[in-house]
């Protein structure tokens, strides 16, 4: 996890109650052809992304075409490692919605590894969530305080959050 990718998404929190949802895709490389998960990069929310004070429903050819940009620009190393988004709550629940298009994501989406990161943005609080193609549960694995300094060596444990009891099954032949 970078520095940048957090105060990106912190400058997306919805603190003012005209603030509507924000999101994207999470981008990053796996080091080594291993599982472990670098979380370098992410999309911002596009024009055509349908956002309201309670919802935010990316527009997935714009951010398609985002993330085919990093995977060139990255010498075919940068991959779709989960997605992102904000509530107008202190310490974020992902709904029922939330979860339905997380489980989809898992589904129908191509990635490297046993699994995807999903991140939710509260006001006061920042929360990620890992979920695998085995499992049918998220566990949450981090949680920071939203906008406030970060030092990224702080949670370097971040690199393996395949090592938080998940299978190591791996999970990349999707259709
Ligand atoms: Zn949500």
């Given at each position: 996890m970078t520095a940048s990718v957090?105060?990106?998404?912190?400058?997306?929190?919805?603190?003012?109650?005209?603030?509507?949802?924000?999101?994207?895709?999470?981008?990053?490389?796996?080091?080594?052809?291993?599982?472990?998960?670098?979380?370098?990069?992410l999309t911002t929310p596009q024009p055509q992304d349908r956002r309201s004070r309670h919802q935010f429903h990316r527009d997935q050819a714009a951010h398609q075409e985002l993330l085919d940009l990093q995977w060139i620009l990255s010498g075919k190393k940068r991959t779709y490692v989960g997605e992102w988004h904000t509530h107008p709550e202190d310490d974020p629940h992902p709904s029922s919605l939330d979860l339905s298009s997380w489980k989809k994501a898992i589904k129908h989406t191509a990635f490297h590894g046993p699994g995807l990161l999903f991140i939710i943005v509260g006001r006061r609080t920042t929360r990620l969530w890992y979920g695998t193609a085995r499992r049918k549960t998220f566990s949450l694995i981090y949680e920071w305080p939203t906008g406030e300094h970060y030092d990224p060596q702080e949670d370097a444990n971040l690199r393996q959050p395949a090592h938080h009891g998940q299978s190591r099954t791996r999970a990349n032949r999707k259709e």
């Open positions: 957090l105060s990106t998404m912190w400058g997306y929190a919805q603190h003012r109650s005209k603030d509507r949802e924000a999101g994207g895709m999470l981008i990053g490389h796996h080091p080594l052809e291993t599982e472990d998960i670098v979380l370098d990069c």
